[in-house]
């Protein structure tokens, strides 16, 4: 299965290195027989990004339906997915944040 690991630094510095191995990735998926292995990009180093990051995935996303493959983001921090939810991009990403947690208020009243 290709896939395209992110450093634990994606910035603008980095972009067009992580597009060219978004490219090389999607490539190394193409079998002989014309099968597509689906694109997974491994997130879970991932500690200090910007919004360049965001263009990177998109970038991904975008070579791997057009070339045929599936694509998926495994392993992303928690920052990553508000970082999209923020830009409208976490659903076209499958990174969905998870609810906020109710939890707090509960047990504040429930210890009254």
Do not use: W
Request: one cysteine or more; hydrophobic letters at 45%.
């Amino acid at each position: 299965m290709p896939s395209l690991d992110l450093p634990a630094t994606a910035t603008l510095a980095e972009a067009s290195a992580l597009a060219r191995g978004a490219e090389a990735a999607v490539m190394q998926g193409v079998t002989p027989g014309g099968e597509r292995a689906p694109l997974q990009v491994d997130a879970s180093e991932l500690k200090s990004f910007d919004t360049s990051v965001l263009a990177v995935l998109l970038h991904s996303r975008r070579l791997a339906l057009g070339a045929g493959c599936a694509f998926e983001i495994k392993g992303a921090p928690e920052k990553l997915a508000q970082l999209a939810a923020l830009y409208g991009v976490d659903e076209l990403l499958g990174l969905m944040p998870p609810p906020p947690s109710s939890n707090s208020s509960t047990a504040r009243s429930g210890a009254a």
